[in-house]
Nanobody
């Protein structure tokens, strides 16, 4: 069983920053595309950011462009979501996800493995 474990969530004031981490128990981590999603109460899960296995191509939802940055450290089997200028509407449970390399890639879907989620709450 592949495991993904998120950490770094918590309570922060509007305008503050948090860094989320996801540690993956995947032996061939460098061959996986990784993504972050979030789900707020009463809403469906939405795409936040993704990074290709190469580490050189990233994707962001329009709502977080310029504020969030996704990165990865293959030596540590870890990828990150740096969140700056946080807003109350960023409040949600954040999930990390992984997919193996595929011929056809979509940053928003087809993820095989998911973490349990970490709560991010932004106060006004």
């Amino acid at each position: 069983q592949v495991q993904l474990v998120e950490s770094g969530g918590g309570l922060v004031q509007a305008g503050g920053s948090l860094r989320l981490s996801c540690v993956a128990s995947i032996r061939t981590f460098s061959n996986y595309n990784m993504g972050w999603f979030r789900q707020a109460p009463g809403k469906e899960r939405e795409f936040v950011a993704a990074i290709r296995w190469t580490g050189g191509t990233t994707y962001y939802a329009d709502s977080v462009k310029g504020r969030f940055t996704i990165s990865r450290d293959n030596a540590a089997n870890t990828f990150y979501l740096q969140m700056n200028s946080l807003k109350p509407e960023d409040t949600a449970v954040y999930y990390c996800a992984a997919m193996p390399r595929r011929d056809i890639y979509s940053p928003r879907g087809s993820y095989d493995y998911w973490g349990q989620g970490t709560q991010v709450t932004v106060s006004s």
